[in-house]
């Protein structure tokens, strides 16, 4: 297979990595495993995350970090001034804190939802049904599309000639311009963002339900529980730790979204579906005016938020894999 | 026929089917139809002529209005069935059309001029797949070097993200070392910031390494991924310790350790990573376009949407690009769903 | 298996000797090993033995080399290997849970081993089938792991470190994983292996059934510390102290604790026994724990002397019987008789223990009380 | 063949060999296109590759969103191309390589006038820098066919944009079509209009101020339009940020009486309506202040960075040369920005005579374009201004944010993209 192709390359590496193994000791050994990776890591990671705390405290429009001036902490200030960080009519940079809510509520909403329909599907294909492997597939068959796809075939189904509205029509009821309407356009970017991603967390899930020892739901056949009151007490508290895997999977993947959300709505009507990655591409990049400043600054704001949210997720991986 | 009626009605363990049985096969039924239902829609959809595309409301298959040659008109005529006025129930072939009235002739008597109403007309068609949406594109460009362009950045950044990444996975995961803690989060923490977040300082990053512009400058920024680090990890925490230790005992050196013993141990995961980075390779489209600018190095992501002008969107060559990016992410889906499937469902409990 | 003359012309006997030098074990600020001191002869059958927690396996792993050494020295044939890496110190380890690698063969579960030695392919398979005949696995080799039995398993795991030709082979709860009957069995062969081989052997276990059939010498260990060292029946007859005595034996021996008067033992049950003169040094009033297995309890007819209990249980297994019964203080005995009894629960019995067979062991320090200090064993507590 | 034959023949070769490997000059020209302007253009440099030996260009033919988003950072990085087909034109000035050493002033200033003002860094710059390959104009497109049938008169040259609502309505009450009004979601569709209305966008002196007293006017207006269904409200209000959408697939739906957009959708209209209905250019319509359309449209820039400054130039001099040009505005069906070219008037090539009646209209519409709507297209920060003007208006039609709040936003926006600027 491919292993034997790869194999006299691997054997050649042995020498190199065996001298270094007598010289460095074991335990030491596992840094020059971890190299190649921190150094792409470093690279293309690291720095640039580095150099945007360059482009957040200088100012003008060069690119060239050396043809830009100090400018302090003024571009933080500017984002973070606010009157009341609930109203974004309040704020110096509307637009992020409109983003910032718009984010907030994606990811409440869209962590419940794939969360909620994760399971359910799960817990359906975790039945004794026909044909499990091609459901399994076709759950998870979206996964693999381009966000650029995912967006688009939406656009195509929901646009005012689109067959959803032809759908409608055909049962009497009126035509609707899904994309129009704040809320509906809030509405479809979850949904779409769920269709999107729900197969990768339900395979999850589904591998947590399998991993429950099937004699525990026989002892509670015994024990004379209902189907109901089954899940409530003895599936969902085995489940927890998978659950909760998903949950802060799913809560990053919330915070990250844009490429398809951009390419459905382009953040709108107005800016009711512009979210944090969008609000930063669009100032320091998507055009004129580009200002990598404040577009860095938000960016070093959102690079806190996502560490914070690793560090809790490793957190939960630890407790719960320990307990 | 009762014993039909049995085996079809046959759960995998007692007799007939519960409500619950129905209801789940009811709600997997409606998930094939909302998974499938909107790409066989934009697939179908390609295959429709503008006009078509712009029908409300649409129909599912594509029709191409019916068309004949006549002596005495160079182009061919679009056929028509009267409805009302004298030539009722008659078929015919539209010469022009000036404001409310059209211009027929029968397609006997192609001499002969009729004015009728155009309301009373409507149009003769057929079900025709309209090719040319992707012939058209086939003629805008070398399709076999962009798809070239594409395969190899997609197949060798798959290897070395799986390379670099397990061999980083296996020192997280079966090392004890100083650091540890602290590599786990900052290496997952700042791999999370997504790549659109700093183009610019990564763009300049990539300069400096004079990678622009060539396949590596798409290849290496994305290849250390925090998805496959965590992925393999937990996945290979799931390896015993026992199993490395014999391997010590054998005299396998660490190095040896890692790719006999817990590469091939970690297959699952490793197909997973695998199939992931692929999809996320070839689908890739924002930094690509910003770190090739030579249209020689174009993928086919960026070949396809090298047509996209500043005015206009055209949903005829818009659907057709989507099918033709969509087409090998089918094959793959097709071929090795088994192992994503079971893959995810080895790595992602932990 | 095959018989122990037949010959084996791939399989060299190589064996050595290992010492211990005040061996230690910290993780962090736990010392888990404890100045261990103990050398294992060429070709003889060790057996670590003790309560799980106690160690054992940390020893072992530090004599395999996968475990570092915190201080003390470990030699093997003479050579301090404190520092040799594991796959260098010439030995081989068989797990508990097999290890096997699951994605080989048994062929290159077996072979595996052997390729990293960059021995010829040639005399790898000439290895192979011969270790895989000997352990009745020929037929195996092309099976992956799973598909084997687990007692297949087992035999796999130890072809592996067969056919490595070590000089010392380490065992880690080899056993645990299977059924009594299959444990019997395999405990027969990894004996006959060894007799055999020849090869010096560590066995570590915490069933000290195995501890009793197979070893020609057993150490027994509690938290990181030697309590005992020595032949299987020498541990049995004469047990250092109320831990090796407890330890050793099935079932458990009895204990009552009482006091020295006046040489003879007065129990806190109130009854008196006789100690046999001469054979332990006795001091009036010391806190004494009197020690006695439960088949040299005898039951006899109603007298003063004897220990006085009530029958609150008895296993009838036709061949043999125990009988478990309280004593009056609330202290509870059990009683090993050959054939069948003809006792029932709730009778009252009186028993008398086999003078020649009693320990006494001093209640506060656990040690056994011997009149004659030689007979103690190395390993006493420092 | 004789052995003199042979030996001219090997002379030669080796002479191109000799040449190539001393002098491979191969230029790389970054283009994009909304139809067929670099088929077009390609043609044209076909012929000069013909003319100039060892000239190699190679058209790399991007996606539009590689020129507005990615050609600046290539370009202040110092990787760009050494040629481009360029919309931002004021924006990348900075980067352009000065022309005027390398080709006839004279003829460049008269065949191009103001226009090459669009290209220059500033008031005090006189150099040449790029070819106006695709000049646009701004203007409605109606559906007279909708009008005939509602048998309302369409209005004259001089009717006000709200006479052209009203009309509009009424053809669309009367004939069931359901949007009367559509602008193309962008800060330059709208500029025009606002300009009407008395929009000055500039200081006295010079200094960029886009809110005003007139801009505010018809901001107003048009969020109205929009929340009473005169503007079609699918194409500002479902999308957000600087999303471009257009409206033209309602227009060729007949779902749509008038339509607002400009010179580059004549192609378009032309060949996907056909025969449904009958459509029309007219002039812009006025505003107490003017009746504007905006100019706008690309052109062929070389940059400072290139190797081959001399080559560059003159392959961009080859263009503008007047049958060159004429030939690429009639093969690409655009308004000529070369004065002899337009004066002459262009055969376009392929194109139904209503497709070059409707050309004819924008070109016609150029000589009365408004002296502020010239030099908003000439202003190198106007991408900025376009963008905020785009994305706050937008928020005002969804109600996000009232008109006033959204003009005061837009003040702080500029203000803030001026001073990154450094002005």
């Known amino acids: ?323 | 026929m009762a014993n039909v009626t049995a085996f079809l009605t046959r759960t995998r363990g007692r007799g007939r089917l519960h409500w619950t049985d129905w209801a789940s096969y009811a709600y997997l039924a409606l998930g094939v139809f909302l998974m499938f239902g909107p790409v066989i829609w934009l697939v179908v959809s390609s295959f429709k002529t503008q006009a078509e595309l712009d029908r409300f409301p649409p129909r599912f298959l594509p029709y191409a209005p019916e068309t004949v040659q006549l002596d005495g008109h160079a182009e061919p005529l679009p056929l028509f069935r009267v409805t009302d006025g004298p030539l009722a129930g008659e078929t015919v072939a539209q010469v022009r059309r000036i404001g409310l009235t059209s211009q027929v002739v029968r397609p006997e008597a192609p001499g002969e001029v009729v004015k009728i109403n155009r309301a009373d007309r409507v149009p003769v068609e057929r079900v025709k797949p309209a090719l040319e949406n992707y012939r058209t594109l086939f003629e805008r460009f070398d399709f076999m070097r962009y798809f070239w362009n594409s395969t190899f950045i997609t197949l060798t950044a798959t290897a070395i993200t799986l390379l670099v990444n397990s061999m980083a996975a296996f020192a997280l995961a079966k090392y004890e070392f100083r650091g540890r803690g602290a590599v786990v989060a900052l290496v997952i923490g700042v791999l999370m910031v997504p790549q659109s977040v700093v183009l610019v300082p990564l763009f300049m990053v990539t300069r400096e390494f004079g990678m622009l512009d060539s396949p590596w400058g798409v290849i290496i920024p994305g290849a250390a991924t925090p998805t496959g680090v965590f992925l393999l990890r937990q996945y290979m925490l799931t390896i015993p310790d026992e199993i490395l230790d014999a391997a010590r005992m054998d005299k396998a050196s660490e190095w040896k350790i890692f790719w006999r013993i817990v590469l091939p141990l970690s297959a699952p995961a490793i197909a997973v990573l695998a199939i992931l980075s692929i999809m996320w390779r070839w689908n890739d489209f924002l930094w690509p376009l910003i770190a090739l600018s030579r249209s020689e190095n174009y993928t086919l992501q960026l070949a396809l949407n090298s047509f996209q002008g500043e005015m206009r969107t055209e949903w005829s060559s818009l659907l057709a690009m989507t099918v033709l990016t969509l087409l090998p992410v089918a094959l793959v889906f097709a071929f090795l769903q088994k192992y994503i499937a079971t893959g995810i469902a080895s790595t992602g409990g932990k | 298996m095959t018989t122990a003359g037949e010959q084996t012309p791939h399989i060299s006997r190589r064996t050595a000797r290992l010492e211990l030098r005040n061996v230690t074990k910290s993780f962090g600020k736990a010392e888990v090993i404890r100045g261990v001191d103990l050398t294992v002869e060429q070709g003889e059958f060790c057996v670590f033995v003790g309560p799980s927690g106690c160690g054992k396996s940390t020893l072992l792993r530090m004599i395999s080399g996968l475990e570092n050494v915190t201080a003390g020295e470990i030699r093997i044939g003479g050579d301090v290997v404190n520092d040799v890496p594991a796959a260098e110190r010439g030995l081989a380890m068989v797990f508990q849970s097999y290890a096997l690698y699951p994605h080989m063969s048994v062929r290159q579960n077996l072979s595996f081993g052997l390729e990293n030695l960059r021995t010829p392919r040639g005399q790898i398979a000439e290895t192979v089938e011969e270790v895989a005949a000997m352990l009745q696995i020929d037929m195996l080799l092309d099976r992956r792991p799973k598909d084997l039995s687990g007692g297949q398993r087992q035999r796999v795991a130890i072809g592996r470190a067969v056919v490595r030709e070590p000089r010392i082979f380490l065992f880690d709860e080899p056993l645990s994983n299977l059924d009594a009957e299959l444990r019997v069995e395999m405990r027969g062969e990894i004996s006959r292996l060894h007799a055999r081989l020849g090869n010096t052997m560590v066995y570590v276990t915490h069933d000290q059934v195995e501890a009793m059939t197979m070893a020609d010498r057993i150490v027994v260990l509690r938290d990181g510390q030697v309590e005992q060292v020595g032949a299987p029946l020498e541990l049995y007859n004469s047990p250092a102290n109320l831990f090796v005595a407890g330890f050793i034996g099935s079932p458990r021996m009895n204990f009552l604790t009482g006091r020295v008067e006046a040489g003879r033992l007065r129990l806190d049950n109130g009854q008196m026994v006789d100690v046999p003169h001469g054979k332990f040094s006795l001091e009036d009033g010391a806190a004494v724990t009197l020690g006695v297995r439960p088949n040299h309890l005898i039951p006899v007819a109603e007298t003063v002397s004897g220990l006085h209990a009530t029958v609150r249980g008895i296993e009838q297994l036709g061949g043999d019987s125990y009988v478990h019964a309280v004593t009056a203080a609330g202290e509870a005995v059990s009683l090993h008789r050959p054939g069948q009894t003809d006792l029932t629960v709730g009778a009252e019995v009186y028993l008398e223990p086999d003078p020649d067979q009693l320990h006494l062991f001093d209640t506060a320090t656990g040690r056994a009380l011997r009149a004659d200090p030689a007979r103690d064993s190395s390993a006493e507590k420092s | 063949m004789t052995p003199t034959g042979y030996f001219t023949k090997g002379a030669a070769l080796a002479a191109m060999l000799a040449g190539g490997a001393a002098s491979a000059q191969e230029i790389r020209f970054m283009c994009y296109s909304d139809g067929n302007e670099c088929e077009a253009a390609g043609e044209i440099i076909e012929r000069f590759e013909a003319e100039n030996d060892g000239v190699s260009v190679v058209i790399d033919k991007v996606p539009y969103k590689a020129i507005l988003e990615n050609l600046p950072v290539q370009l202040a990085a110092g990787t760009g191309p050494d040629m481009a087909k360029v919309t931002d034109l004021g924006g990348l000035s900075k980067y352009y390589l000065d022309l005027a050493p390398h080709v006839d002033r004279a003829y460049w200033e008269e065949s191009f006038g103001p226009i090459l003002d669009w290209y220059r860094k500033g008031p005090d710059d006189d150099g040449i820098y790029g070819l106006h390959s695709q000049l646009t104009i701004t203007g409605p497109f109606i559906n007279r066919t909708l009008f005939d049938q509602a048998e309302v008169e369409v209005p004259g040259p001089d009717a006000t944009w709200d006479d052209w609502a009203e009309a509009t309505r009424k053809v669309a009450e009367a004939t069931e079509t359901p949007f009367a009004m559509a602008i193309d979601r962008s800060g330059h569709r709208i500029a025009g209009p606002a300009i009407s209305y008395g929009a000055k966008l500039f200081g006295e002196d010079g200094t960029p101020t886009l809110v005003d007293e007139g801009f505010t006017t018809f901001a107003q207006k048009f969020v109205d339009w929009n929340k009473d269904g005169t503007m079609a409200p699918d194409v500002w209000g479902a999308a957000g940020g600087t999303t471009y959408q257009d409206a033209a697939q309602e227009f060729i739906n007949g779902e749509l009486v008038f339509y607002y957009s400009g010179s580059w959708n004549v192609q378009r209209m032309d060949s996907s309506i056909g025969d449904a209905f009958d459509w029309e250019v007219v002039g812009s319509p006025c505003g107490p202040a003017a009746c504007t359309g905006m100019p706008g449209g690309a052109g062929i820039v070389g940059f400072e960075q290139t190797q081959h400054p001399e080559i560059v130039a003159k392959l961009i001099d080859f263009l503008a040369e007047k049958e060159n040009y004429a030939d690429l505005t009639a093969k690409s069906l655009n308004i000529p920005a070369h004065a002899a070219v337009a004066a002459e008037g262009v055969t376009y090539e392929g194109a139904s005579e209503q497709a070059a009646a409707a050309l004819n209209a924008f070109a016609a519409q150029v000589p009365t374009v408004s002296p502020i709507a010239f030099a908003y297209q000439g202003y190198k920060n106007n991408r900025a201004m376009f963008n905020i003007s785009l994305a706050r208006v937008s928020q005002a039609i969804v109600g996000e944010l009232t008109v006033e709040e959204a003009m005061a936003r837009a003040k702080d926006d500029l203000a803030q993209a001026l001073a990154e600027s450094g002005e």
């Open chain 1, 1 to 323: 297979m491919l292993l034997r192709l790869i194999s006299p390359l691997m054997n050649v590496v042995d020498l190199p990595m065996r001298a270094l193994q007598r010289r460095l000791g074991i335990s030491r050994l596992a840094w020059v495993f971890l190299l190649p990776n921190l150094l792409l890591f470093g690279t293309f990671a690291f720095l640039p995350i580095l150099l945007n705390f360059a482009y957040a405290f200088t100012g003008t429009d060069n690119i060239l970090l050396l043809d830009r001036t100090f400018v302090g902490a003024e571009n933080f200030a500017q984002l973070l001034d606010c009157d009341s960080y609930l109203d974004p009519n309040t704020c110096a940079r509307d637009l992020f804190w409109r983003a910032v809510h718009n984010t907030a509520w994606f990811i409440v909403m869209q962590v419940g939802f794939m969360v909620g329909f994760s399971l359910l599907t799960a817990l359906v294909l975790n039945r004794e049904i026909k044909a499990r492997g091609f459901f399994r597939a076709v759950f998870f068959f979206p996964v693999l599309l381009s966000p650029v796809v995912v967006a688009l075939v939406w656009k195509w189904v929901l646009q005012r000639n689109g067959i959803l509205n032809a759908g409608l029509e055909a049962v009497g009821m009126d035509s609707v311009v899904w994309l129009l309407d704040r809320h509906w356009a809030f509405f479809w970017s979850v949904f779409l963002s769920v269709w999107a991603h729900m197969g990768f967390y339900t395979l999850i899930l589904l591998a947590g339900l399998q991993a429950i020892p099937r004699d525990v739901y026989e002892a509670a056949v015994m024990d004379a529980a209902g189907p109901w009151r089954t899940f409530r007490r003895i599936t969902l508290p085995l489940l927890m730790p998978t659950m909760l895997v998903v949950m802060v999977l799913a809560l990053i993947k919330g915070v990250q979204t844009f490429d398809e959300i951009y390419a459905f709505t382009g953040g709108g009507p107005g800016s009711a579906t512009t979210f944090i990655i969008q609000y930063i591409y669009e100032t320091g990049f998507g055009g004129a005016p580009r200002l990598f400043g404040p577009a860095a600054a938000a960016s070093l704001l959102l690079a806190l938020l996502l560490v914070a949210l690793t560090v809790i997720q490793l957190w939960i991986t630890r407790r719960s894999s320990n307990g």
